[in-house]
């Protein structure tokens, strides 16, 4: 029985984690979305790459330090044509023993000459080599240190832009499952209305106080307020998984959000402000003057292949040599500078130079096009925002207006002064005067999200999380 309880206390207790609902404020779903985004896990690893370039770039002005060994085994030992040196010796002999008289001189006594294949290799050899190599000149290196510095800002400004449009995503997602459900509120609401104002006309028409045709359309407007909150209710569910997507979660996991679509009136800027904060700090303006900067960096580059390499070098060799494994060996060393330069290569170093003086052109005209839309895109924010801003006072007092009105035509129907027409006028009036004013709201709060992308603005602790 212990076993069989204690069984049964771990599978509830594993139901009920796995049934547990991740719920989420606006603060924690960006915290969650900028550890788990992939966009955002691409760009820090792409930091991380510009990192090591960096590294790499530094490398190659470092010295260079090569370590290298062989043993060779002659199956047939290679031969060369060579003088016959035992005819040569033999012909200065007899020549020597003519000229003293020690024997009388007779011509076919010599040898003739002739060349013979001889063998000068040992069948086995070896040789290890260490060799310093430390470069003194060379200017595509001492440009590409500099090259990779520049990528890495790009690479953390992308990471920046990246994190801004993150968080700009999550609070529409966020703010979007809000509005979505706020939306089926306010329908529900409606709903409960109409079947209230149902309930009285059925309990009227049972005492004949009201026509069969009061009730058949209250009845109808019952039934044609269900269907859109299904449609609602479809609609919270795509909210939500989308939401979920931006977060990096399971489509399977549960989720709430904790919040409200409230007003909170914000100082607005002036359009020439906003403007030109929009054209000194917006993040893909910054990254665009960044890789304009690498892109002159590659002019130089390329231009480096007219320019010499010289380098200085060392290095120590041991080596031996024998037929028969009994190693004669000795040491070498050297010490010496190498100078290269090319001095023709078919005009390859002009058309590459030509080519990326074309990219930095290009560069220019993205930044001055960027420049141009993200000053254009600011100014509509701000006067976006001052619109919907005028807006919003005007919806609040109109539901205000449309709560009492439905409420006079409720009294006014019990009172058999009314009719159900001002009921459903009514009724549709206050449900367009909440829809309005929320979804006013709504917008106001994206267009101050969406202003702060435009001008870069990241809070501080953002950016700190992230280089955790």
């Known amino acids: 029985m212990r076993k069989i309880t204690t069984l049964a206390i771990m599978l509830f207790l594993s139901l009920n984690i796995s049934g547990q609902i991740k719920t989420f404020t606006l603060e924690e779903a ?15 690893m792409e930091v991380s790459k510009a990192d090591a370039a960096v590294d790499e770039a530094f490398g190659y002005a470092l010295p260079s330090i090569d370590l290298t060994a062989n043993l060779a085994h002659f199956i047939e030992k290679p031969k060369t044509a060579f003088p016959d040196f035992g005819a040569m010796l033999t012909n200065a002999t007899y020549s020597i023993l003519f000229d003293e008289g020690v024997l009388p001189e007779d011509e076919n006594k010599y040898l003739p000459l002739a060349t013979k294949l001889q063998s000068f290799a040992q069948t086995n050899s070896f040789e290890s080599k260490i060799q310093l190599t ?15 510095q520049i990528y890495l800002s790009l690479s953390e400004e992308q990471l920046k832009s990246s994190v801004s449009k993150t968080i700009l995503n999550v609070k529409k997602a966020f703010y979007g499952v809000l509005l979505s459900r706020q939306m089926l509120n306010i329908v529900e609401a409606s709903l409960l209305n109409a079947e209230e104002n149902l309930s009285n006309v059925k309990a009227l028409h049972a005492q004949g106080l ?3 045709y009061d009730a058949l359309q209250v009845e109808v407007m019952v039934e044609n307020i269900r269907p859109k909150v299904l449609e609602l ?7 939500e998984d989308g939401f979920k997507i931006i977060l990096g979660l399971d489509q399977e996991t549960d989720i709430d959000v904790v919040g ?12 020439q402000n906003a403007m030109n904060l929009a054209t000194e700090q917006n993040l893909d303006l910054k990254s665009l003057q960044i890789k304009r900067n690498i892109d002159e960096e590659f002019i130089a580059i390329e231009r480096s292949d007219y320019w010499p390499t010289i380098a200085a070098f060392g290095n120590f060799t041991y080596a031996g040599s024998s037929d028969n494994w009994n190693f004669q060996t000795y040491n070498s060393t050297l010490v010496g500078l190498s100078f290269t330069m090319n001095l023709f290569k078919g005009g390859r170093v002009a058309n590459k130079v030509e080519q990326a003086v074309i990219a930095v052109k290009q560069t220019d005209s993205q930044i001055n096009l960027t420049r141009d839309y993200v000053a254009s895109q600011a100014k509509n924010k701000v006067l976006e925002l001052e619109r919907e801003k005028s807006q919003i006072n005007a919806l609040i007092r109109n539901e205000e207006l449309a709560s009492k009105a439905y409420e006079i035509a409720s009294t006014r129907y019990k009172e058999g002064v009314g009719t159900q027409l001002e009921i459903k006028n009514a009724d549709v009036e206050l449900r367009t005067a909440r829809t309005n004013k929320l979804q006013s709201i709504h917008n ?10 435009l001008l870069g603005e990241i809070p501080a602790e953002y950016l700190e999380y992230i280089k955790k």
């Open 30 to 44: 960006i915290v969650s979305a900028l550890k788990n985004n992939r966009e955002v896990k691409i760009a820090k």
């Open 134 to 148: 430390q470069i003194l000149f060379n200017s595509a290196v001492f440009r590409g240190i500099g090259a990779s």
């Open 210 to 212: 009201t026509s069969d």
């Open 233 to 239: 209710k479809n609609i919270v569910k795509s909210a």
């Open 260 to 271: 409200m679509i409230e007003y909170n009136q914000e100082s607005i800027l002036s359009v």
């Open 444 to 453: 106001y709060i994206i267009s101050v999200a969406e202003l702060d992308e």
